[in-house]
Nanobody
Framework: QVQLVESGGGLVQPGGSLRLSCAAS????????MGWYRQAPGKQRELVAG???????YYADSMKGRFTISRDNAKNTVYLQMNSLKPEDTAIYYC???????????WGQGTQVTVSS
């Protein structure tokens, strides 16, 4: 049974930081591309950042320079360090695991991030 469990969300003031974690089980974690996506109310889910099995990373343009994705294969965990947070970063953040051939794909249940003063 595959599980992706996100944690680390919460309420933070503008300009603040949060670190999200996603712990995976039931997959060969090191072989999977891991990604963070987010969905704000009334909007489509969008890519935030991804990290391939080899460690290369990619980001949505609006997140470059503020967010950093990393992975610890020994802990089967992917992280998203978010700095200089803005109110428009408010969303549910989801973790996604994608297999080497582009499938299968698994999603976590999401964690709420709210940026507000």
């Amino acid at each position: 049974q595959v599980q992706l469990v996100e944690s680390g969300g919460g309420l933070v003031q503008p300009g603040g930081s949060l670190r999200l974690s996603c712990a995976a089980s039931g997959i060969i974690f090191s072989a999977y591309t891991m990604g963070w996506y987010r969905q704000a109310p009334g909007k489509q889910r969008e890519l935030v950042a991804g990290i391939r099995s080899g460690g290369s990373t990619y980001y949505a343009d609006s997140m470059k320079g503020r967010f950093t994705i990393s992975r610890d294969n020994a802990k089967n965990t992917v992280y998203l360090q978010m700095n200089s947070l803005k109110p428009e970063d408010t969303a549910i953040y989801y973790c996604k695991a994608t297999g080497p051939a582009g499938y299968p794909a698994y999603w976590g249940q999401g964690t709420q991030v709210t940026v507000s003063s």
